[in-house]
């Protein structure tokens, strides 16, 4: 499909001038004969990298070629035979008839092959580009700048003719859909309309050059370049914020900065002397790779992953090559070794990040407003300590203390043991009571127990229970279960074989989520105390508050039951005892401190116990609730505050640099000889004034003696305006990729650029100001036939918009678009349920207000399950640097567009923007020109306006019907309803989705 | 090939020359005929001739995802049995990295029991009562390994070929190979259960480099079966149609104008659009199966269920998708809980997937289908012959992830019937006879539909890639 374009034009290239054996034959050889037949193979003895063997004969001793006799060529003949055994070459398609021909006029021309150029010539992209003078043109008139020159100069040669200007409102939609991804509104195209002065278009690019949202929409291509995405990749693919990276883009963009400084930022902006905290946020480019959170896995090797995909995107986004291929071998097409890679793997080798799941290094990103804000509540929360030690030195406050201190001292004592006097294990443990009356289990564990105890508590009036958990044996265990732990579902005791109705529990320590309120019920996951770790086995008590004190009798029983029930098997309690108490508050022993204990129980305090007291009864007197709640408040904002300023991954350089070593067969686990940083040899030379690291290599990218960055980067910007490159393969300028359409063009475009001082907001002015650019996309069949991808720009560019710039046009055009720049990524309505992620329960939390309404760029982008709005449209997965969007055709855009609930919605409110005008007309044509710019003709009026008549008539007899599809339940809903149905075709419309 | 493309290239684009010239959309509605749109050469999903005569015309494979364990399902081992709670001699898992086991792992012999079936005499744990009675239409590969050890990346090594994200999928690469049989539906459809969607996530029908075209389309037993397939609320079948005679009408207009063929190309994708509306919805609503249909899967009516979506990817493949990707999570039996040990919670899972995997085996069968669709089960490595003992509690046991070796089944579409391939050393731990590859294995499939694997490629970043990278060879002895 891709050929069929180049087909034609080189066709018409054949046509026009003597073959060039350098430009037209040899990129043949190159591209279908090299493989088996050049420097590292030659079968049957031939190499078509050099003229010997293919005019004088290989092993055969037949020349290939015989100079003027194409038909007798056996070269002629092997392509074109019929034979599938015979035809060459034996993989992959057959050469095309055009380049048969080529072939054929070559050798009938007398098989000119230039001598020289047998030694090897260097591939066209790594020679530095030189400014060409701008070709003559017959037609002086058309041109407006130097992209003209070429472009006509070749038009004439082809015998075309440039296609007139397009309409000044198409075109307005054309160059504001181009510079900021949106579409003009319609007083933006009423004011475009009036000016009738001849700087009125310049005025209008100069006018979306400056917008916020310039900036917005140029950061799309260079984010899908940096792979920029809100989640981890791998297995859960957790999130991660790299928002703030996103957001440096943006504003870079706006502000012009100049290409190189935009480069050196991103790749070594933590190096700069005096780094800023934007500069170290640029450096968020290559933090953009995976991590993985993966069981098992070892950091190192992905690691290793990160730095290759680091060197493949670096190497494809500045300098257009697939240096990736010498990762395991040297390249086989282009120049480029194992070793090459290795050496320049030595450059990103030695930065802090090693795949933590924590994504570290990683820094706050603060406004100054935030930085402002942060000190002043710092300052909030010292004045507030400062008021509650006033206040806690009041009198009266001691007095409290010590009375606070006699209760719960006594709450400490006031238990005694529960003598067992029968117990027994349903599991088939063996319980054993030891001197200090504990219960040990011991013998059989089963997978979950039931342990039953009866005592006799003496006469009297009981108001509490206490359960201790004890440590036993040499790993002071306080469960029987493999990790020493233990997990307990339920308490119960029993009077008389009643239940005892039991109203409250409180442990001295529970584990997150294994709250001692779970034992009343036996509810939830149990009681548990994180005796797994070794740190937290110490004995640990549980209390518990009958609904009423329990008047027992003498000699009377009360039997205990201790029930293990939880999914962890084995987790049955170790050894442990039973108290009760007569205390006026049986819980409150839950709520002093471990630590305080040996303080309050003291003979005699010493000043380290005073201060204990002191400093824990301030925390919880009731006298000094006031200045500790104000104090927790501004503890509370202060920490909201901070919570919220973003934390971002950045590079950060290793104080010692690593040791970097070769990779055979580009093995993670291979190693061989130690290299150093470099750069390829066959590139421009690394200037042996720049340090041999990160910054080094950011100035060698953007060296003005570099062959590729600028050409690279102006084709790609012109693939946005165009729909193709001027060199197609975006991605690849190495010796297998078709030469590009206009060599010179891309050359002076490049130069032009480098000589701008990087200036790309002067390049995109260039390319929207030329004659080029602004033709009409409308042609006559005859030229789609001929250049069905307008290589030859015969006409303007009409090109399917990308995912985002669909989703903020309907936006834009139904007036809900949130202009805001910038902030956390958001969170738009999407179907329910897509996001079922093995071992991660992340949830789609739909956003509320004008960040439904945000441009596509700031949604949220899951790796494992971006928004399928937006991939239905191409949009990447952004796993990996994506070069080069495809743009497809499908039923199931059709079928987003039509039903997606945000197109609806954005359908419902153009249909309010445009209800209640004069007549239907004006409705129908205020809604068409909301849309397409244009005035509609008037049969598209007339269809649009037989469309709302039948369907107005549908609705005024179906009024739920037009309630739902209008959102609406007013008395107009019938008309509204008709109106969402016209907006939905609108929205749908086939210009719509194009930039025309 | 190329050829024809062409003629049919030029043929269009004199039709539509015509349009442009003024006669405008008059002959449009027949060329949206769906035969004639099916042989554009713009149309991604139109029918291409593969490189050679295929054995099948469609696949489903079910994954099961998390990995089964073949040690207790396909491949016996009575001297593993016999060292049972025995230490694993130090030379086996030296070398070996593990998600979870450390220290000096035991050898575990399977606690399930064995028997011959059929007249092949292919050996089955009694986990799988059902598959046991059709072993003489299937065939069972005990030789699998694999490069990879843990579950997405495994999963992405098994359906992309690649360890890592970015890759296209099988049935991605089969619909860029063959185009789409069908107008009406996807080619390509996904269907998920067990609760959880596969570790490799949507990246595992992907179309990675290739035009999202290609991708596969997830279909759920619940809510929309095809996301944004149905009208919006408010909106009948007709206002449907009448706003797309409407949308088709302008877009003519601006053919008209503009003259650009792309439009056309967007005029038939609506229409293909609302096509799918009415076609989705029929196939996914499996009530419309007769009774004993329903009894044979064992289907759940209303629920998300392995059985339901396996009578669903039957309906799907009758009605011209060609490659349904089922998965189903829940084998990953490490026996650290109750749930996933490899007595009981293996069991379970085996209950509840045996009698419809069957059933579709059969159905296929009496349909006549099974002759030229391919049925692949398995999941994305194997489990160690090593008790992982996590909780140190005998009465849990559990296998960790094991890369060297795993068993999968296959039948139809080519494939042999009764036969067992391949074979591992006395404690399965790794293949000694006829081993096969993960790459040898999508070799296979892509032979099955007449594509070699060398040749079905796609130009990328500069380079050519392949399903299979540059390794896999064909497995012949598999094919009949």
New interface residues.
Partial sequence: ?RL?GLVILSAAVAAAAPVDFDRQVRPIFELRCYECHGEKKQKSGIRFDQRDTVLHGGDSGKPLVTAGKSAESILIQKVTSADPDEVMPP????L?SEQVATLKAWIDEGAQWPEKVTEKKPHWAYVKPIQPPLPKVKDASWPINGIDHFVLARLEKEALRPTSTADAAVLLRRVSLDLIGLPPTVEEVEMFLKDTSTHAYENAVDRLLNSPHYGERWARPWLDLARYADTQ???K?NRRTMWPYRDWVIKALNENMPFDQFTIEQMAGDMLPNATQEQKVATGFHRNT?TNT?????NEEFRH?AIIDRINTTM?VWMG??F??AQCHNHK??PFTAKDYYNFYAFLNHTADVDYDDEKPTMKVMEPWEERELARLRETVKAAKTQLDEAAALPGIAESQREWEMKAASALTDWRVLDPVTWSSKGGATLTKTESKSLLAGGTNA?SDVYMVTARPGAGRITGFRLEVLETGDEKVLGR??NGSFVLSKFEIESDSKQVPLKAAAAEYSQDKYPATNLLAGTGNGWAVDSADKKLRVRRSVCFEPEKPLEIADGATLKFILRHDS????ANVARFRLYATTGGDPLLLAQVPAELRPALLAESRNDSDREKLKKHYISVAPELSKWRDALAKAQGTEKKHYDAIPITSVMEELKEPRETFFRPRGAYLSKGDKVQPGTPAILHPFNAGYPSNRVGLAYWLVDTNNPLTARVIVNRFWEQYFGRGIME?V??F?T??EPPSHPELLDWLATHFMDSGWDMKAIHKLIVMSATYRQS??????L??RD?YNRLYARGP?V?LEAEMIRDQALVVSGLLSRKVGGPSVFPPQ???LW????SGDKWDTSKGENKYRRGLYTFWR???PH??M??F?AP?R??CV?RR?R?????????V????GY?EAAQALARRVIGRSCVKDSAELAFRLCLTRKP?S??LD??V??YE??LS?YRD?V???????GSSESNAAEL?AWT?VG??LL????M??K? | MRSLDQLQFTTRRQFFGKCAVGIGGLALSSLLNEKLFASELENPLARKQPHFKPRAKRAIYLHMAGAPSHLDMFDYKPKLVQLNNTDCPESLFKKDRFAFIKGVPKLLGTPHKFAKHGQCGMELSNLLPHLATIVDDITLVRSMHTDQFNHAPAQLFLHTGAPRQGRPGMGAWLTYGLGSETQDLPGFVVLVSGGKAPDGGASLWGSGFLPTAYQGVQCRSQGEPVLYVSDPPGMDRATRRRSLDALRDLNELQLAQVGDPETLTRIAQYELAYRMQTSVPEIMDISQEPQHIKDLYGIEPGKVSFANNCLLARRLLESGTRFVQLFHWGWDQHGDNRDNDIRQGLERQCRQTDQACTALVTDLKQRGLLDDTVVIWGGEFGRTPLNEDRTKNPSLIGRDHHPHSFAIWMAGGGIKRGLTYGATDDLGYHVTENKVHVHDLQATILHCFGLDHTKLTYRFQGRDFRLTDVFGEVVHPLLA
Avoid: W
Avoid at chain 1, 898 to 901: F, G, K, Q, S, T
Avoid at chain 1, 960 to 966: E, G, L, P, V
Avoid at chain 1, 988 to 991: K, R, T
């Fill in positions: 499909m069929s993989k992959g398609e057959r095309t990749g791998y297995e693919d995976m993966e069981g098992g896995t070892d992953e494809s090559t697939t990736s291929c097409y282009d997978a279960a493999s999914k962890f098997p084995d393969v991605e690849d190495g297998q990729s996309s409308k042609a006559p069949s005859d789609h036939q069905p009409r399917r179907p329910e349920g079922q992620v093995v071992y790796r494992t399950i399928p709005a991939t239905t191409d997965s796993e990996f070069l495809s497809s055709n499908t039923p199931l855009q059709a079928l987003t039509l039903n997606d609930a609806v003709t049969a598209e269809r649009l037989k469309l039948t369907e549908h179906n739920d019907a037009a309630k739902k599809i209008s309803a149905v939905n075709v749908n419309l086939d210009e989705i194009t025309g």
